[in-house]
């Protein structure tokens, strides 16, 4: 196989600062979205306990998700992420169908857990007026030895739900979710174990190990290595994802953007453009035009 990153999420003690946030880094956040689903082939379908607001690529997307009235299965999940840190702590990867991606996984050894169906009511239309059922099947790989986040396979039932055409266009430019860095421990086993189950091919830079998907790189560094490559960068727990990288059509776009957010940037030698965590509610956050 070979799988493309989807989305990565963040958690987020609070949902309206967080969109605040990243509007402020010129991106176009959705409305609320609230999570319902089941935990298992069969079971019924029921309140989460959190929401989102996402930032929409024309390849992939941000989401921002955090508690939100009532629901015991998830919530306490979210609580435990935030209980741990505030920043990003879901990468999601995508297949065509679900339960394909979970045999084929399956004969690789990769140790997947049961399929489960979510669902959530999202605002549609150019006025956010309508409401439209978006539905997903997620396979995931379990912890241990997955351990670095909660990493998923996503499959998109209702994608035109979720991509519409107006907004994908923002202030800064933005047209992918395009890399993740992980801090770990080991970062030449972990890095070995993403790109055998997820069909990447791994080289080095002078920061760590990259894995390159089908669309998507990632990242594994140790946190000596994230140290000398961000030294002003938040300290998160290791192992943890630290950064995201972002695509953007136009450099002045997105650095007027930044500039009307009054967000400070640098420049980075490997990915481009850098705004440390504070910005990105935890997460580094790299632009390459």
Known sequence: MKIPLDHVGIAAHSLAQARASFERLGFRMTELSVHSGSLGPGLPIEPWGTANHCAMFRHGYLETLG???????????????????????????????????????????????????????????????????????????????????????????????????????????????????????????????????????????????????ARGSLHFVTAREWALWRPGAPVLPTPSPVALGFSVASRDALVSALAAGKVEWEKDDVLDLVVDGGAGHGATLFFRA
């Open 67 to 213: 508690p939100h009235g009532e629901g015991e299965s998830r919530i306490k999940r979210v609580q435990a992420m935030l209980a741990r840190y505030e920043g990003p702590h879901i990468v999601a990867f995508r297949c065509d169908d679900a339960e394909q991606c979970h045999r084929e996984l399956l004969a690789l050894g990769a140790p997947v857990e049961p399929i489960k169906q979510l669902e959530r009511m999202a605002p549609f239309g150019s006025d956010g007026q309508q409401e439209r059922l978006a539905q997903f099947r997620l396979v995931g790989l379990a912890s241990p030895p997955y351990v670095e986040a909660r990493v998923q396979i996503t499959e998109h039932r209702t994608p035109e739900v979720i991509w519409q055409p107006h907004l994908l266009d923002h202030p800064n430019s933005a047209t992918a979710i395009t890399d993740v860095v992980f801090k770990t421990d080991d970062a030449d086993a972990t890095a070995l174990r993403y790109g055998t189950h997820l069909g990447g091919t791994l080289s080095r830079h002078r920061h760590g190990i990259r894995v390159d998907l």
